[in-house]
């Protein structure tokens, strides 16, 4: 059995520094940020493992786009899934929009009357729809061919005229699916185009085909989730296909268990499954996104390359 | 200000008795609870007003079955939208097989050896795989030209042998839309079909039509969440299209506002977006769906018709 | 394996006929509210055992007054324990004052103005201090001279003009224990005397003999616990010293197990400290306490005596 | 406003600097937890500032006992008040015992038979109440005599034989106040003594005299809350007796303030009560306490001296 470690604080330490206390410490919070860390870095570091990421959440919003961005072209991740939100939000950056921060306790009246969308304490300017419609009104000749969603992303990123997700999964050939895609301001967008009559050829269930293809030819397969909702269930589908399920798994959510639900699920209820490998390395972290992370990513700059 | 009345409990009461005790009680759960009622009671009577019900989490392995089947059937919905997931487990028992109530502590490899899925405390017996490849191998040619998912459910609706959530949504005209159906045992049963070479026309963002009409032409609107997700985000920018906003909301899930997601969202956030209207009747519930749901219906049974 | 049984919602049915519905659905929050009403109705009707009741929360602030005088009053319970908030709200309405239902969106700035505290959406008016202020001066020279906190309580119980929580437990001889009663509006007012340079006899550890004596003599044992705390520890401490531990165990709470305190910890870990006997029957329901309450005492109504 | 700042990671880079990232980003949990770093900084270099420090949950198990050793040494703060548990984990392990990594999936029955306490993922060993029953017996005479439980406890820390809060509390003449310490295995150990008919002078509302006279006489008072329950509650009802209530607020947890109970509640509701300054700095963090405490405090020690 192995003895708390009880962490030792010193001045100017690094983020990596402090995980490594973090790791020796309890099975509490700081000691599974720890082993996430751990996790993440076997699995970028294996060679043979193709890491999926899943994003779900304000993360734009929360000051995350640049760290995700460098997740992508540094080719720590293989496979990106995300909510339409997610890539919603990022347009907008991409645009030129700003988010801002904001209350829960405002006046939703006034954010309305004054244009802005309020996401929790963040404030996205209502505007933003504006140029996300010039935007794919321009482009809709092109978007609209693409037969996956998958596709029409890389579209958008070949499209979007600064660094984003979209662009930066474009450019390193990175798979970005989005199953609900039309559930989003981007699907606002197109839904705006098809209303004057024009039609989209994009197929529902395209990108089933190459999700499942990345898992199935995969050797070794990684999880990385931060947040649930569709992209964490979408990738956990494609490892039922995946020859090994996952060898690593590492999932940041503050959804809980016990109401049942696919975003809250343990990672070893997936071992039942056939989605997680029963003798996988995974670990669930109950921690708000934002924070993880920063932290994690900080820590696994320290130890790779 | 309105006095915290205590409730009084006698032997015998009806549910919605006991509703009324709470309802007049405290702001906490109790007096949420009550308040859901009249809230679904008020959209539900208004004639002018359209019912938007939002399905997601495991309520098929939680036993709700019925009680959704029974909401459509009376027409108190008018447009439903449900997570792929939903529709799964909902399709596997209309093809004759059962969810099993299990336990969280089970030892998952065990589990996937006896053949069992674990969705938290329930069980899927893995072979509702086998049952569903075959329906969808056996109908594919019908379900593949199907344009919108919501053509693509209603198809699947009218060949399932028996009662369920897509057969009562077919045969009573009501919308069916699942923006991610391709997140989804049903959607992997697709991929077998394309695997083999075969296409699908059904499109990504054919269905966005119908639900903006839907939102567009009503009078007025009223939505009634039982989880967040994909459900209810589509459900909400369908409000923003709605001449009125939602003028009723009641929203029931264990998400917590905190991590700013979607899912977690309190309703009033929606006024800064337009979706909901600023003099609309709403509340949020903090509430397992599968306790609420149940004690919802029965007392709105006592109060309608 | 059982499978899981779908809801079906008759008009008009009672309390109990619904959660016998629950009972045999699946094992979400709907399966475990029905068998917390199971073993409950155990405990109640085992003559053998002693049914330990802890208090946390604002139950009072939430309408669960008199449910809670119920209990007590038809012996339903042995012990109680309860938090200091919990005495003070009960002896505040006691004494004549009201809470009201208020919003979690309030102006506190405001209130404060107006002379009322909030708590979450209740609000509790501040001149509730004065009459406490005069109770306790008027009463001290009995109060101080109680050498246990239970004494202390049942003394209070005595001097209450109306019905209370503290005078049904005195009147039924029911032991009532609250450990931090120093942390509540009432140990303020004694603060008040002290303060005065008056002195009081009450001891901190006196109640631990007669707790612990009432478990140590108990045949058998049963927990129930609305919220964690001190309420829920302190039984769960009295359950170590019990011949054969807790034989049955309710706990209904919001706290999730993840931060890894008491308060949320699930049943299951007391047996690990032979707490909870490995053969009890028990059950963890996530949920708010003034929704599960009444449902459950409203059941346990039909089914005893 | 304020537009989102996108957080960037540079390899190496301290605590401090991801946390000054982090405080520019949006106003999610990163964001908060910038803020919480700045206020804490601020309370801490204030001189006026009396800092209050509230402790509950699993702090030692979790690995967090050198950290708060360190904060009472530094005498950054200038009254702690803990739960019974943290002072009973701290004490064993100034008596030589260790806590353990564990896991909750764990079989209890087996954990007992091998003599291990289980907190959530820590395990205890059960022969630590040996340990403390001989401190307690052999010490038993000087620590009857205590009037108050803060001398009770300084006196524990006075006979600790290492390290630890109590006696770090002591040698520093830092009031250290502990509510409930009868609801612990301390509390146990006492009962013990009394068990053979020994008296405890130790009074429940002595120690309301020094808390609130630490209070009264703060020129300002700045809080810290890491975890709810008693301490939180018994330092915000100090704060009622502030000349200026709190000035700056922090608290870290993982409960929620729907359900209404003190723990979770909002610091914001504090305003209503006149226990929060209406003008004071404060933020709630929703985040796991083994995480947010080490790395606030590693921001700090690069701020502070």
């Known amino acids: 059995m192995i003895s708390v470690n009880h962490i030792k604080?010193?001045?100017?330490?690094?983020v990596n520094e402090l995980i490594l206390q973090m790791d020796s410490s309890g099975v509490l919070g700081a000691g599974r940020l720890g082993k996430a860390v751990n996790i993440c870095e076997a699995m970028i570091k294996d060679k043979d493992c193709k890491v999926f990421l899943g994003l779900a959440g304000p993360l734009?919003?929360?000051?995350?786009?640049?760290?995700?961005?460098?997740?992508?072209?540094?080719?720590?991740?293989?496979?990106?899934?995300?909510?339409?939100?997610?890539?919603?939000?990022?347009?907008?950056?991409?645009?030129?929009?700003?988010?801002?921060?904001?209350?829960?306790a405002a006046d939703d009246t006034e954010l309305r009357k004054k244009g802005f969308d309020r996401i929790y304490e963040s404030y996205m300017p209502n505007r933003i729809y504006e140029g996300m419609e010039d935007f794919i009104a321009k482009n809709f000749e092109s978007l609209k061919e693409k037969k996956s969603i998958k596709d029409f992303l890389w579209e958008i990123g070949r499209l979007t005229p600064k660094k984003s997700i979209c662009r930066a999964c474009f450019e390193n050939k990175i798979p970005l699916f989005c199953p609900a895609i039309s559930d989003s301001g981007i699907g606002l967008m197109i839904w705006g185009q098809l209303a004057k009559g024009k039609t989209s050829e994009t197929r529902a269930f395209e990108d089933l085909k190459e999700i499942i293809e990345s898992s199935w030819t995969s050797k070794k397969a990684g999880v990385i989730y931060f947040g649930g909702g569709v992209p964490k269930n979408y990738i956990q589908q494609a490892m039922q296909l995946a020859p090994k399920m996952a060898s690593y798994g590492v999932q940041v959510t503050m959804d809980r268990p016990e109401p049942g639900g696919s975003s809250g699920a343990e990672l070893k209820e997936g071992i039942s499954w056939g989605k997680m490998n029963p003798k996988a390395k995974f670990v669930d972290l109950i921690c708000d996104a934002t924070i993880a992370m920063p932290i994690i990513v900080a820590a696994l700059k320290e130890r790779i390359k």
Chains 1, 2, 3, 4 share one sequence.
């Open 9 to 14: 604080i010193k001045k100017g330490m690094s």
């Open 60 to 104: 734009v919003p929360g000051g995350m786009r640049e760290i995700i961005i460098d997740l992508i072209e540094n080719k720590w991740v293989d496979v990106v899934v995300a909510t339409g939100a997610t890539l919603t939000h990022d347009l907008g950056e991409a645009l030129g929009y700003k988010h801002y921060q904001g209350s829960a």
